[in-house]
């Protein structure tokens, strides 16, 4: 992973960690019903749901 990669997730895990834990879960429970998101994404998408609670 290159460097300006590293830089951009960082950033992105800055603003995510930055959202109310109630609009967070909101956000990862409608991903994990979203019928087009990729297998993998609908598995991470639930650890973060478990993680939250």
């Known amino acids: 992973m290159g460097s300006s990669e590293y830089e ?16 967070r879960v909101q956000l990862l429970f409608q991903l994990s019903l979203d019928r087009t998101a990729e297998a993998e994404v609908s598995r991470i998408t639930v650890c973060n749901i478990r993680g939250c609670l």
């Open 8 to 23: 951009t997730i960082r950033e992105t895990e800055k603003q995510y960690s930055q959202i109310d834990l109630s609009t």
